[in-house]
């Protein structure tokens, strides 16, 4: 099983990254996906989530209106399209996989964002 993050960098305040997971090992149109970051001395924080179809999505209120997350089913891999950021943003970008029954979940190892002039 592996999940793997890819897009992150440096980036200026105000702009854009695409962030990428790609999926392998296990059904990936049975998992919810969701996003999580973590900031330097702070702890894991939830950024967005989408369920197994695609057809519904909930998002921080710290990056509602900015960060849109998608997922192709087709190609295993769940994206997240982060706009107009900002310093607060910068942290590890992890994704994880979320299956109820039977409980099981994945990480990925996490890929950095640095929003910065």
């Known amino acids: 099983v592996q999940l793997v993050e890819s897009g992150g960098g440096l980036v200026q305040p105000g702009g854009s990254l695409r962030l990428s997971c790609a999926a392998s090992?296990?059904?990936?149109?049975?998992?919810?996906m969701r996003w999580y970051r973590q900031a330097p001395g702070k702890g894991r924080e939830l950024v967005a989530a989408?369920?197994?179809?695609?057809?519904?999505?909930d998002y921080a209120d710290s990056v509602k209106g900015r960060f849109t997350i998608s997922r192709d089913n087709a190609k295993n891999t769940v994206y997240l399209q982060m706009s107009s950021l900002k310093p607060e943003d910068t942290a590890v970008y992890y994704c994880?996989?979320?299956?109820?029954?039977?409980?099981?979940?994945?990480w990925g190892q996490g890929t950095q964002v640095t929003v910065s002039s």
């Open positions: 090992g296990f059904t990936f149109s049975s998992y919810a």
């Open positions: 989408i369920a197994s179809a695609g057809d519904s999505a």
């Open positions: 994880r996989a979320d299956r109820t029954r039977p409980y099981t979940t994945y």
